[in-house]
């Protein structure tokens, strides 16, 4: 193999790992909007604390 073949595949193999990572970092990015997203609309809802007090354990 030459030298500018080498060379050439060690780049891309440079961006290939980049790209990867940039792509990494948004998918977790948007993965903690969304969690921080559904923890604040769990915390809005409305709770009805009169529902599950009474069980019937009859058989």
Not at 23 to 52: C, P, R, Y
């Amino acid at each position: 193999m030459d030298i500018g073949a080498l060379s050439m595949y060690m780049s891309q193999s440079s961006t290939q790992n980049a790209v990867s990572t940039s792509v990494l970092k948004m998918a977790m990015n948007n993965g903690e909007e969304m969690a921080t997203q559904m923890t604040d609309m769990i915390g809005k809802m409305a709770v009805d604390t009169s529902k599950g007090n009474i069980i019937d354990v009859r058989a």
